[in-house]
C-alpha cells in the first residue's frame, strides 16, 4: 500500500511545492533584484515584504480571464497550460535525496530533456494563437532561440553521461561522490547553465518578450490566470534548470567531500538549487539582454564548438584512462 | 494485463489523433494533433521495452522537427484563405486513391499480424544496446547518414550565402 501510495503522494508535493515555489519566487527574486540594484522592492506588506505574494495572486485570480476576438481560442488557452504541464513532467525525475524521487528511469536525463524541449510548443503556439504581430515575433524568436540552444544543451550533457555511463540521474549523483562534475565537466557546466538560461528565456535571454521592442512579446494579448500560467511556467523552468544544474554538476544531494555529509541529504540539495537560483537573479541584475542576431552567433558559432571540443577532450581522457591508447 | 490495457489506450490516441490530423482544414491544429499522435507513439515505444526510442521520438520527433514544421506555417501565415483551400482539398475524387491503396497495405498488415502467435517483443533494448546496434552492425548506415547531412548543410549553407549576397 504505501509503496505504492508513496510516488503519488510525492507527485503531489511537488505539484503543489511547484505552485507555492513559484509564487515564493517572483517576491524573491524581486526582492534580490531590489538589493543588487541599490533600491527596496516589494517590502511593505508583512514582514519583508513577503504579503505581497498573496496580494499578487488574488490580483491575477480575479482578473477578467479574456480571450481576444480575433485569436485562435482552442490553441489560444491550450498554450499556457502546455508550458506547466511539461516543466511539472520534468520533475518526476529529479532525485532530490536517495529514494526520494517519482521514478528512477534509466533514461531520466532524456526525458527531462523531452520534456524542456516540448515547453517550446506553449510560448511558439501562444504567439501563433494570439494573431498579434509582436506576439508573432515573440514566438518566432523562441522557436529558433529553444530549437538552436537545445541541441547543445543535450550535447553539453554527453561528457556527464560519459564518466557516469548512465542516462539514470541517481546513478549519475553516485558517480560524483569523489568529485563533483563541476570539477572535471566545466566547459560542459557552462554550456548548459547558459543553455538552460536561453530555454527558460529568462532575462539575459528574454528575446522573446523583449519589451523594448515588442511590447511583451509572446504573451502581449495575455492576462489574468493565462498570464499567470506562463509565468508560473518560466519559474518552474528557473526551478527545474537550478535542480538539473545541482543534480548533474554539484552532486546533487552529497555534501562536498572536504566538509562531509553532516547535513541531511535533501538539506544539501535544497541549498544548493537556492545558491543556484539565487546566481540566476544575479544573472538578470548584472547582465543586459543582446542583440537578437548576437544571441544566435554566440549559440552557434561559439557554445556549438566549446561543446565539440568538451565531447572529444573528454572521450579521450577516458579511453587514455582506460588504457585506450 | 495494466501493460495491454495501456497499450490499447495509447494506440487509440495515436489513431485517433492522426485521423483528426488529417481531417482539420487549419494547418496549426492539425499539427498539433500530430503532436499528440507522436507522443501516443513514444508511450508504445516505451510499453514495448524501448525506453530509448521512446525518449528520442520525443526529443527529435515531437521536440525538433515538429517545432520547425510549426515554424514554418508561422512564417507562412496563411491564415482564413489557406484553410479555405485545405478544405477544397478534402474533396473524396482527392482523398478516394490513396485511402483504397492504404487499405490494401491494411489488409496485407492485418493478415500478418494475424498469422503472429504471441507478444512480438518483451525484451528491453537499452540505450547501450542501440548504441552497439549502430557502431557494430549498421556502421556504414550511420556513415552514409551522416554524408548526407553534411551535404545537406553545405548545400543549405550554400543557398543562404547567395541570398544574403543579393541582399547587399
Given at each position: ?129 494570439s494573431n498579434n504581430k509582436y506576439a ?190 | ?41 513514444a508511450v508504445i515505444f516505451f510499453l ?121
Amino acid at each position: 500500500m504505501s509503496e505504492q501510495m508513496f510516488p503519488v503522494l510525492l507527485a503531489l508535493a511537488i505539484l503543489l511545492g511547484g505552485v507555492a515555489g513559484a509564487a515564493v519566487l517572483t517576491w524573491w527574486e524581486r526582492r534580490l533584484l531590489g538589493f543588487w540594484q541599490d533600491r527596496y522592492g516589494p517590502n511593505r506588506l508583512g514582514p519583508f515584504g513577503i504579503g505581497q505574494v498573496i496580494a499578487d495572486m488574488i490580483k491575477l485570480l480575479t482578473k477578467d480571464d479574456w480571450v481576444p476576438p480575433f485569436a485562435d481560442r482552442v490553441v489560444f488557452i491550450f498554450a499556457p497550460t502546455a508550458i506547466v504541464v511539461a516543466m511539472m513532467m520534468g520533475f518526476a525525475v529529479v532525485p532530490f535525496a536517495p529514494d526520494l524521487m517519482i521514478i528512477d528511469v534509466n533514461i531520466g536525463l532524456l526525458f527531462f530533456l523531452g520534456m524542456t524541449s516540448l515547453a517550446v510548443y506553449s510560448v511558439l503556439l501562444g504567439g501563433l494563437a494570439s494573431n498579434n504581430k509582436y506576439a508573432l515575433l515573440g514566438g518566432l524568436r523562441s522557436a529558433a532561440q529553444m530549437v538552436s540552444y537545445e541541441v547543445f544543451m543535450g550535447l553539453s550533457l554527453m561528457g556527464v553521461v560519459m564518466i557516469s555511463g548512465s542516462f539514470s540521474l541517481v546513478d549519475i549523483v553516485a558517480a560524483q561522490t569523489n568529485v563533483w562534475f563541476c570539477f572535471s565537466q566545466v566547459l560542459g557546466l557552462l554550456v548548459f547553465v547558459i543553455a538552460g538560461i536561453a530555454e527558460s528565456h529568462r532575462l539575459p535571454f528574454d528575446l522573446p518578450e523583449a519589451e523594448h521592442e515588442l511590447t511583451a512579446g509572446f504573451h502581449t494579448e495575455y492576462g489574468g490566470m493565462k498570464f499567470a500560467m506562463f509565468m508560473l511556467g518560466e519559474y518552474l523552468g528557473l526551478m527545474l534548470i537550478s535542480c538539473m544544474i545541482v543534480t548533474l554538476f554539484f552532486g546533487g544531494w552529497l555534501g562536498p567531500a572536504f566538509i562531509g555529509h553532516w547535513l541531511p541529504p535533501l538539506a544539501w540539495f535544497a541549498l544548493k538549487v537556492l545558491l543556484v537560483i539565487n546566481f540566476f537573479v544575479l544573472l538578470r541584475a548584472a547582465i543586459p539582454r543582446p542583440r537578437y542576431d548576437q544571441l544566435m552567433s554566440l549559440g552557434w558559432k561559439v557554445m556549438l564548438p566549446i561543446t565539440l571540443v568538451n565531447l572529444v577532450i573528454t572521450g579521450a581522457v577516458l579511453l587514455w584512462m582506460e588504457g585506450g591508447f | 494485463m495494466l501493460e495491454i490495457i495501456l497499450f490499447y489506450i495509447a494506440a487509440s490516441i495515436a489513431l485517433i489523433a492522426t485521423v483528426l490530423a488529417m481531417t482539420r482544414a487549419n494547418a496549426i491544429h492539425a499539427l498539433i494533433y500530430l503532436i499528440v499522435s507522436l507522443l501516443a507513439v513514444a508511450v508504445i515505444f516505451f510499453l514495448i521495452g524501448a525506453p530509448f526510442a521512446a525518449a528520442l521520438e520525443i526529443v527529435i520527433y515531437a521536440g525538433a522537427i515538429m517545432v520547425l514544421f510549426v515554424f514554418v506555417i508561422m512564417m507562412l501565415n496563411l491564415g482564413e484563405e489557406g484553410d479555405a483551400r485545405e478544405r477544397g482539398l478534402l474533396q473524396p475524387k482527392i482523398w478516394a486513391g490513396p485511402t483504397l491503396l492504404s487499405l490494401m497495405l491494411f489488409a496485407e498488415l492485418l493478415y500478418m499480424i494475424s498469422t503472429i502467435e504471441g507478444p512480438v517483443s518483451m525484451q528491453v533494448v537499452t540505450a547501450k544496446d542501440v548504441g552497439l546496434a549502430l557502431f557494430g552492425p549498421y556502421v556504414l548506415a550511420v556513415e552514409i547518414a551522416a554524408m548526407l547531412l553534411l551535404a545537406g548543410l553545405v548545400g543549405s549553407y550554400h543557398l543562404g550565402r547567395r541570398y544574403l549576397e543579393r541582399e547587399v
